[in-house]
């Protein structure tokens, strides 16, 4: 009844099944989550992701209630269905986090992210970066005769892009603050 | 009534208004005046163990032998360092106890202190919660919050990080009843859930009934709720090594322990139901073998407290969140008022053919006249014990496989065993935790020569508390499990699985106070055995044992329940056949 197919002197076993079980759609999901704003709440929310191997591509965090202690985090991960399911489940557990939202799967949303990027450059590559910032709307929030430093708010996408355009013109640094989201409509 | 009193006091008050009898500690710097407080009063007791580790461990066997919140203190740095191993066995197998800890006084913490350490740093990931609290103020209202959060939903092991300035600044006390905490996790399931589970259960042919440790965490209740249902629907029942007792091993429902070294009619069950009904066990990688070969034919009903256990690891067709006992009052309700319906056809057939795997013995072993197979000292242990007032704890390996196997539990409570985390060292401290709750019990700790060693100072603790703790040691020279391992997977090439210079147990016993018993002869182990039992105080039992003895049966990782290795199985592959 056995089927092991085990030879005498084999050692390539071992005290767990190495086949990964999970499948390999990978989705990217945009969560909220709210939190009593005590001490080291961040390090279990980051903590969790390290210690159970979650991916984070974008983590921003805020107290947004002053007065009942509470901090927003937003965070973009991404994974399969049932990791992602389980991100939102053990986020759930952490004793100070109230609630969880997957604006991703509960309906539309806005995210929105900003850039701030210095671009060095003479003639005519400066007079394009202007150009293109315009296309862009982006604002100027410093300049000297060699550079400026222009500010952009938009999807991660939009920031990607411009910092894609900005890149042959001379960008020396860029700053990112992360994604902040909302659910669109009244709810 | 405002009380003003300091840190140090608010400690013991909060304790005390906790219903805290029993406190498991290792005394210094930071925490000396905590240990000042304990000194003047008399209503807890506190048991200083030999090393930081063994008070959680015995905080652990407290807490699971009495459904109560287990409680341990220990000194900052060092002290709490030491106590990690036993925090995260606890936060495995869901064990709730409150451990406070010292720290360097407020204005010192980062300077690199003497005795200072990251404490809640470190114990984040292996803790349900923790705090440090830089604020007297803050102090007693977190003691209660800290053991609201141990002891509701899915039990946890919290720590309270009490830096030394805190413990002696005065503030007012707060009342155990003061403050709601905004954690209240699902005690009741939903009632469509439930309902969808009965018409599951009323069309099963092959139903199964797979408990586990949660079913212990819920309570009694839990286990009379389960009992009950088991008789009534005539449902077989399989239990995870967390759950025994919960059903009793004498019922006539009851298929024994399921999993990697669970019995083969279990497995069995397991892999051909068409309907699993989870109560309480989390899908552990030593249940379901091969995830993608895991009980191909059922329905999967989970049932847990915690959100996060349901698809973790198998996905199921129904998830119920909530409390075990509240989840089962309500099945009963529902299936009682819809008729008490079950296919009764289809289960006696399915009976006929769990009769038919039963047949095949799977615990059989080859006896022996010259030595004492572990089994048979095991078996001897139930037969010389059943019915007495027992509580058995063990140690890792192959001995704590072969006592779930041979010893029968009757009641919840009444065993105590790492799981999750699988620690060595575990049983000897948490044996004297059980002792300290039930002073007039048998206590039995179930051990391997190797595991038993990682925690032997305890004889101290169990001398000086005077706790009549049973140390049965099934001494194989050997680390019996990894040596198994090696034997048939890695070529047996036993690489450093050899207890070697071992203690003379029964002088080691001797050195402490304590009687030692040797045996290595089967016709004198019952004598042994009810001398162990009849000694009023602490024994070491040097049980000399086979000492290639293999534990079935085994079902290797990564495998089907239904390729399950049995004892017949190795003894062909021992005389050098390939297993097919
Ligand atoms: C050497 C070795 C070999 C082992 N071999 C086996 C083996 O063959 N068979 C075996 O079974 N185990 C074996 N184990 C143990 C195994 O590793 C796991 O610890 C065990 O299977 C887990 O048990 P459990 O599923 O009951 O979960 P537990 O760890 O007890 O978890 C309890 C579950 O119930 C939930 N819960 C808690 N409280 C409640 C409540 N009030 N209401 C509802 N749900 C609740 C929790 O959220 C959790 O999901 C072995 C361990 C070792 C060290
Ligand atoms: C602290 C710790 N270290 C290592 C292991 C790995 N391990 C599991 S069982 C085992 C051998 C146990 O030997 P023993 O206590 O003599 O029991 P036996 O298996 O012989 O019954 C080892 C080393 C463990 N579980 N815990």
């Known amino acids: 009844m056995s089927a092991l197919r085990i030879k005498k002197g084999s050692s390539s076993h071992s005290a767990y099944d190495l086949r990964s079980t999970y499948g390999d759609t990978v989705e990217r999901h945009t969560l909220a989550v709210t939190v009593m704003n005590e001490p080291g709440v961040l390090a279990r929310v980051i903590g969790l992701f390290s210690g159970r191997g979650y991916n984070i591509e974008s983590l921003t965090v805020a107290e947004v209630d002053h007065e009942g202690h509470k901090s927003r985090i937003t965070i973009v991960t991404s994974g399969t269905p049932q990791v992602i399911v389980q991100i939102k489940a053990q986020l759930g557990r952490i004793v100070p986090v109230l609630e969880v939202h997957d604006l991703t799967a509960e309906g539309p949303s806005v995210e929105r992210e900003l850039g701030l990027f210095k671009v060095a450059g003479k003639g005519e590559q400066r007079v394009e970066a202007l150009r293109l910032a315009d296309i862009f709307r982006a604002n100027v929030v410093d300049t000297t005769l060699q550079s400026f430093v222009f500010e952009l708010t938009g999807t991660p996408e939009k920031i990607d892009a411009f910092a894609d355009l900005m890149r042959p013109l001379g960008l020396v640094e860029v700053a990112r603050t992360g994604v902040a989201a909302l659910s669109r409509g009244d709810h | 009534m405002s009380r003003q009193m300091t840190g140090a006091k608010m400690v013991v008050q909060a304790l005390k208004d906790q219903g805290v009898d029993t406190i498991f500690g290792y005394p210094g710097g930071a925490v000396l005046p905590i240990y000042d407080e304990i000194f003047q009063q008399s209503e807890i007791t506190h048991v200083l163990v030999r090393h930081e580790q063994a008070a959680i461990h015995a905080a652990e066997g407290y807490a699971r032998s009495t459904g109560k919140v287990g409680v341990a203190l220990v000194t900052s740095g060092p002290g709490a360092t030491n106590a990690v191993t036993g925090l995260t066995d606890a936060l495995m197998d869901s064990i709730p106890i409150v451990v406070f800890s010292g720290q360097v006084p407020t204005f010192m913490i980062g300077s690199d202190a003497f005795q200072e350490a990251d404490t809640v740093g470190i114990t984040r990931p292996c803790t349900k919660h923790n705090w440090l609290v830089k604020d007297t103020a803050q102090l007693s209202g977190t003691i209660h919050e800290a053991f609201h959060i141990a002891s509701s939903g899915r039990p946890g092991p919290v720590l309270i990080d009490i830096p030394k300035d805190v413990q002696f600044a005065t503030a007012e006390y707060s009342e155990k009843t003061k403050r709601k905490s905004h954690y209240q996790p699902q005690v009741k399931g939903s009632i469509e859930g439930i309902n969808d589970l009965v018409k599951l259960m009323e069309k099963s042919k092959r139903p199964i009934f797979y408990t586990g440790g949660g079913v212990i965490n819920s309570g009694p209740a839990a286990s009379q709720l389960l009992r009950e249902l088991v008789e009534a629907t005539g449902f077989p029942i399989t239990s995870t090594l967390m759950g025994l007792g919960a059903y009793p091993a004498s019922g006539d429902k009851w298929l024994g322990m399921l999993g990697m070294h669970g019995l083969y009619e279990a497995n069995m069950a397991m892999h051909d139901c068409d309907l699993m009904i989870n109560i309480g066990a989390r899908f552990d990688d030593r249940i379901t073998g091969r995830v993608d070969a895991f009980s191909p034919k059922s329905k999967k009903v989970h049932i847990d407290i915690d959100p996060s256990s349901i698809n973790k690891v198998i996905h199921v067709d129904l998830g119920i969140i909530g409390d075990v006992a509240h989840v089962l009052e309500d099945i009963l ?248």
């Open chain 2, 333 to 580: 309700k529902v299936w009682k008022s819809r008729g008490r319906v079950t296919e009764k056809e289809g289960l006696a057939k399915w009976w006929t053919q769990i009769n038919e795997w039963r047949k095949i013995d799977c615990l059989a072993y080859t006896g022996s006249e010259k030595t004492i197979k572990p089994q048979y000292a095991l078996q001897r242990l139930e037969e010389l014990t059943k019915g007495m007032d027992r509580y058995i704890t063990t140690e890792v390996g192959q001995h704590q496989m072969w006592a779930a196997q041979f010893l029968g539990f009757e009641d919840p409570n009444r065993w105590m065993t790492s799981g999750g985390l699988g620690t060595m060292g575990y049983g000897f401290p948490a044996s004297i935790g059980v002792q300290m709750a039930h002073r007039d019990a048998l206590v039995i700790n179930v051990a391997g020569e190797a595991s038993w060693l990682m925690n032997m100072q305890e004889m101290g603790t169990a001398m000086q508390y005077r706790l009549p703790v049973k140390q049965f040691i099934l001494n194989n020279e050997r680390l019996g499990m990894v040596r198994q391992w090696q034997e048939l997977l890695h070529g047996e090439r036993y690489s450093s699985s050899w207890s070697e210079s071992l203690p003379d147990f029964v002088k080691l016993a001797e050195a402490f106070g304590a009687k030692g018993i040797i045996c290595k002869d089967p016709a004198d182990l019952d004598d042994a055995i009810m001398e162990m039992i009849k000694h009023d105080g602490p024994v070491i039992f040097d049980c000399l044992v086979e000492k290639h003895e293999n534990c079935f049966p085994m079902i290797p990782s990564g495998k089907p329940h239904n390729e399950m290795l049995l004892a017949a199985d190795a003894a062909a592959f021992a005389s050098g056949a390939t297993l097919v």
